[in-house]
C-alpha cells in the first residue's frame, strides 16, 4: 500500500470519526425529550410536549395547560474503530463533547382559543472532536514517523414554531415551520516522512497535508401531523421536508511533498522526477444543490395507555433525493422505534427502548469497485435506551442513556497528488459506539 493511501485512508477515518454523530445520512443521532429518549424514540403518538414540533405537531392538541420544558445531553462520547487499515493495524478514533438538545414553550392565546401554539429551540445533531493519532515505526509502508491531527466542531439548530388543534373530541391537526441552521468547522493537519521508492534520490521523504473548511446550511423545515384516539389507544402520522436556502463552503486545501537529505533537510536541486511538488488550492461552493437535497419523512406511530403504564412505537420511511455532491441516488431507508414505560409508584417511571438509526447510502460489497465519485461508506446502528422519570407537583425531572452499536464497511479511491493514478483501499470491517447521557425537566403551569 503507498503512502498516499495511507494518508486518504486517514482522511477517511478522520471524515467518518466528525460526521457519525452530525451527519446527512443518519437520522436518530439525538432524541430530543426525556420522556421520548426513554421510550427510544417513539414519539410520534406519545409527544404532546413542544417536542410535538418536531416529532408530530398534533401532539399539541391533546396537551394541557401551559407547558415549558427542555433537556440537555451532559455528555456524550463515541468510538470508532477501523479494523485492519494498514499493515495490519487497528486504527480507533475517540471523540466527546456536551450537547443541548431543546427547549421549548407552549400555551393556548386569546386570539386563537382553538389553537394549541409551541415554540422550541431545538439541537437535532451536534459533536465536537478533536483526535491525533501518532506513527512510529511502519516498516511494510516504509513509513519512519509521522502524525495525523483533526478538529471538528459541528453543530445543527432548529428553530420551531407551530400549532395543533382538535377536529373532534379525540382527533387533532398540527403544523410546524422550522427554520435551521447547520454549521461546521473542519481543521486537518497530518506529516509523513517515508523512505524514497528505488532510483529516487534522497534519503527521505516528507508529505504534509493541510485543510481547512467552514460550511454553512441555512433552510426550512415543515411538518404536518394527525393524532387520532380510541379508548387507551392512539395513532400518529407525521410528514416531514425541508427547503435549503443557502449553502456555502469556504476553504483551503495545501500538501507538500518533499525530498530530504540524510539531515532532515530539503534536497538544494532535486531533479525533475515530481518531487518538492507544491499544491495550494482556495475554494469557495455556493451552489444551492451542491450538497445535495433534504430528505423527505414519513413517521407513523402507536401507543397504547394503560394502567401499568405506556407501550409506544414508531415506523419511519426515509426517501433520499438526488445528492449532487456526491453524484449518486441515495433512495430510501426505514427506522423504527420501541420503547415501553412502568409505573413503579405514584411518582417514578422507568423507561426502556430499542430503536434502529440505519445509514441511507448504498451498503457496500466486499471487493467492491467504486468510482471516484461513488459512496465510500456504509454503517447502520442499532440503538438502547434507559430512562427514569420522576414527577412532583406539576413538574417532570428524568435522567436517561442512549447507546448506539454499529458494523459497516468503509472504502476509498485515492488520488496520487505526484502522477494523477487513482487506486482503491477497502476496510471490511468498521465497528462504531456511542453513549449519550440525558437530563430533563419539564413543568405544567
Known sequence: MKLHTVVNLLLLVNWWA???????????????????LGLGGAAVAVATDPTALYYNPAGLA???????????????????????????????????????????????????????????????DSFRQSQKIIFSEAPDLQITEGYWQRKQDSEESLYSFGAGRRLSSNMGIGWSLGYFQKQSDDM???????????????????????????????????????????????????????????QTRRGQNRRTLLYLDENGQPLPDP??????????????????????EPPVLARIGYAYFARWGLLASDLEYIHSRYDRFLRTRVGYVL?????????????????????????????????????????KIHIDFQGYTFGLGYYSEG???????????????????????????????????????????????????
Open 271 to 292: 531533479p525533475d522526477v515530481g518531487v518538492n511538488v507544491f499544491q495550494f488550492d482556495n475554494f469557495v461552493i455556493d451552489d444551492d444543490r451542491a450538497f445535495g
Open 335 to 375: 427506522n423504527y422505534n420501541l420503547g415501553v414505560e412502568v409505573n413503579l409508584a405514584q411518582q417514578f417511571r422507568l423507561r426502556t427502548g430499542v430503536f434502529s438509526n440505519n445509514d441511507s447510502r448504498p451498503e457496500l460489497s466486499n471487493n467492491a469497485q467504486l468510482a471516484p465519485s461513488e459512496e
Open 62 to 124: 391533546f396537551s394541557k395547560g401551559v407547558n415549558v420544558s427542555g433537556s440537555m445531553t451532559s455528555y456524550a462520547i463515541q468510538n470508532i474503530n477501523f479494523e485492519d487499515v494498514l499493515a495490519d493495524q487497528d486504527f480507533e478514533v475517540k471523540s466527546d463533547g456536551v450537547v443541548a438538545t431543546y427547549i421549548g414553550f407552549e400555551s393556548r392565546f386569546q386570539w386563537f382559543p382553538s389553537w394549541k401554539f409551541g415554540f422550541g429551540i431545538f439541537v437535532p
Open 395 to 445: 413538574s417532570h425531572y428524568s435522567l436517561g442513556a442512549v447507546y448506539q452499536r454499529g458494523i459497516g464497511k468503509a472504502a476509498i479511491v485515492n488520488r496520487n497528488v505526484t502522477t494523477g493514478n487513482t487506486q482503491e483501499a477497502a476496510i471490511d470491517r468498521v465497528v462504531a459506539t456511542s453513549l449519550q447521557v440525558a437530563l430533563g425537566v419539564s413543568s405544567s403551569l
Open 188 to 246: 486537518l493537519h497530518s506529516e509523513f516522512q517515508y523512505l524514497p521508492s528505488a532510483g529516487l534520490p534522497g534519503a527521505f521523504r516528507r508529505l504534509t497535508a493541510d485543510y481547512k473548511a467552514k460550511t454553512n446550511v441555512l433552510g426550512l423545515q415543515y411538518n404536518l401531523g394527525l393524532s387520532r384516539t380510541v379508548g387507551r389507544h392512539r395513532l400518529g402520522a407525521r410528514l416531514q421536508a425541508a427547503t435549503i436556502l443557502t
Open 18 to 36: 466528525g460526521s457519525s454523530l452530525a451527519d446527512e445520512y443518519h437520522y436518530t443521532n439525538q432524541i430530543l425529550g426525556d420522556r421520548n
